[in-house]
């Protein structure tokens, strides 16, 4: 149980594009996801935190008009990265924690890698 | 402010040799302390959290409250035990902060 899943696995986009990716907890329902971003050999940066049917707190420097969340249900929380450009290349995880498991155990996506030409 | 250092940005070792990997963390009142393991090519997982007190994959890890360390340990390294790993330590109702990472590299 308690799997997140993300689509699409990989995308390339050209630079001024918008591309949206989806982040889904197929076997539970989640009221909490996060969004993080992984340059590579770096650690997980979190960008922000999504409650359903409110609007995502996002950490210092996130451009939230740029990296945008959404939680529409408890199953899926998506993000689109507007105006993407080559900087914004990067791997981006969600995540989710489990309602049943307690708030501090956190499910993850396997990640988006997201390259801007 | 949260911090959580881990020293060694990549540690190696021998098969069978015992490994120990360092977490100290810098947190305001008592944090849950996890460690979360990435395989290659595989999403991040949870690899241990203290609370549970449970021996996974033969890693165990300790609390040591007055020096804020929550270190990794195996006695004997297994190739398989390779990978990226991330101490974890998290309050309630605070946001997820992941150390900078270890990663193990066990050699045959």
């Known amino acids: 149980g308690a799997v997140v899943s993300q689509h699409p696995s990989r995308v390339i986009c050209k630079s001024g594009t918008s591309v949206k990716i989806e982040c889904r907890s197929l076997d539970f ?32 420097g996130v451009e939230k008009d740029k990296f945008l969340i959404n939680h529409a249900s408890l199953t899926l929380s998506t993000l689109t990265v507007t105006s993407a450009h080559p900087e914004d290349s990067s791997f981006y995880i969600c995540s989710a924690t489990h309602p049943g498991q307690g708030a501090h155990e956190q499910y993850f996506g396997p990640g988006t890698r997201l390259t801007v030409t | 402010a949260q911090r959580v250092t881990q020293p060694e940005k990549l540690l190696s070792v021998f098969k069978g040799a015992p490994v120990e990997l ?15 393991v990435q395989y290659s090519r595989q999403r991040l997982q949870l690899l241990l959290r203290h609370i549970s007190r449970e021996s996974i994959k033969g890693f165990t890890a300790d609390l040591n409250k007055g020096e804020t360390s929550f ?16 101490c974890a330590p998290h309050n309630y109702g605070q946001n997820f902060v992941f150390g900078p990472g270890t990663r193990l590299s066990v050699l045959p």
């Open chain 1, 29 to 60: 329902q989640a009221t909490t996801m996060f969004w993080y971003r992984q340059f590579p050999k770096q650690s997980l940066m979190l960008m922000a935190t999504s409650n359903e049917g409110s609007k995502a707190t996002y950490e210092q």
């Open chain 2, 71 to 86: 270190h990794l340990k195996k006695p004997f390294a297994q190739e398989e035990d390779s990978a990226m790993y991330y």
């Open chain 2, 22 to 36: 360092k977490c100290n963390y810098s947190y305001s009142g008592s944090p849950e302390l996890f460690w979360y």
